[in-house]
């Protein structure tokens, strides 16, 4: 069994060996790392935040989705890897054995397990709860908030972790949209010293405006806290929604211009945290939005881990240039008689590609 150890029927890294899915790396013995991160095709990391988004929600709003939607990551026997935050991916064995209400397996990253060929095997690790929170909810009761420079430092180490362990693939599922910066930055900063393919998916970017807008309406729907993300959370734990206790608070208009732009204001008004039309949020809407989304991001990751690894990274300088004539610019400048215009023509030694002579 490659080194797995325990029959495929009860022990959780064998079956996944075999069945492919999602296997949590908080269950992965020691001796079994590296034999799981041959197997697997990718690492999964979550990101979430601990944040107010209003009355009607949990303050682990972001936990929960960033949970949920890199629980829709692959097919299969996903009842070993169920968010922490809540819900159960479609299709999910539950623990002893019954299918999930919503029945068959979700299509995935490659071979759907159950045709006696494994699924696309992924590696689920625990979720990176804490983030740097905006100045729009710092405030507010229950946002647990860090330092944008510390939250860069943490994640960049986590990442590199999980390279380190041997997943040359990684994708970041992400539910926070102010970790957008931070975890492009980790990864930036990883790239330049492991050889990896990072990949960050917002959930958030997943579902068109045009979208939203057929599921809620004309009426703004994509705010913090909105009809949006409300729903979102209630298709994947809706018992922790409070409906009906949120007034609807129509969000600040956006400028009137075609053009991409990033806005960061103090307090936007009206504003109590949150900010939206709570009142279009609805569980039918939360189930089609992660269905759109789920089966978006396993598109995604199917090309991904088609595509060939990157080089590895390098600290060596840029190639010298090549020898010959046209290795050094004072050559070519000189394209006759006609080109020097007498002494002044020539810059002296730093004239030769900037590199002095004696």
Not at 82 to 95: I, M
Request: aromatic residues 6%; proline residues 13%.
């Amino acid at each position: 069994m490659d080194g797995l150890t325990g029959p495929a029927g009860t022990d959780p890294v064998a079956r996944w060996h075999a069945r492919g899915g999602l296997l949590p790396a908080s269950r992965v013995p020691g001796g079994d790392l590296a034999a799981v991160a041959g197997a697997a095709d990718f690492a999964v990391l979550p990101v979430g935040a601990v944040e107010w988004h209003g009355p009607h929600l949990p303050l682990g709003a972001d936990l929960i989705l960033a949970e949920g939607f890199a629980g829709e990551s692959a097919p299969g026997d996903h009842h070993d890897a169920v968010p922490s935050g809540g819900g159960t991916p479609d299709g999910a064995a539950s623990p002893d054995g019954a299918a999930s209400p919503d029945g068959a397996a979700s299509p995935g990253v490659g071979v759907t397990p159950g045709d006696g060929v494994a699924g696309p095997r992924g590696v689920l690790f625990p979720a990176v709860p804490y983030a740097a929170c905006p100045g729009q909810t710092r405030p507010w009761p229950g946002t647990v908030a860090i330092r944008p420079e510390i939250a860069v430092g943490y994640l960049a180490d986590v990442i590199e972790g999980i390279v380190a362990a041997g997943f040359a693939r990684l994708v970041i599922v992400n539910g926070h949209d102010a970790n957008m910066s931070t975890v492009r930055a980790a990864m930036e900063w990883v790239s330049g010293r492991r050889t990896a393919s990072l990949l960050l998916v917002n959930w958030f970017q997943l579902v068109t405006p045009d979208e939203t807008a057929e599921l809620f309406g004309p009426l703004p729907s994509r705010g913090h806290g909105g009809a949006y993300e409300t729903s979102g959370v209630l298709g994947f734990a809706p018992e922790s929604v409070r409906p009906g206790v949120a007034p609807d608070l129509p969000p600040k208009p956006k400028l009137p211009v075609p053009h991409p732009y990033v806005l960061v204001e103090s307090r936007p008004d009206p504003w109590q945290g949150w900010s939206g039309h709570v009142s279009l949020a609805s569980e039918t809407a939360g189930r089609r939005i992660r269905e759109l989304a789920g089966a978006r991001l396993r598109e995604i990751l199917r090309a991904w881990v088609a595509a060939p690894q990157p080089a590895p990274p390098t600290d060596a300088p840029l190639p010298a240039p090549p020898a010959g004539p046209t290795a050094t610019a004072g050559v070519t400048a000189t394209a006759g008689p006609t080109a020097t215009a007498g002494p002044t023509a020539t810059a002296g030694p730093t004239a030769t590609a900037g590199r002095e002579e004696p």
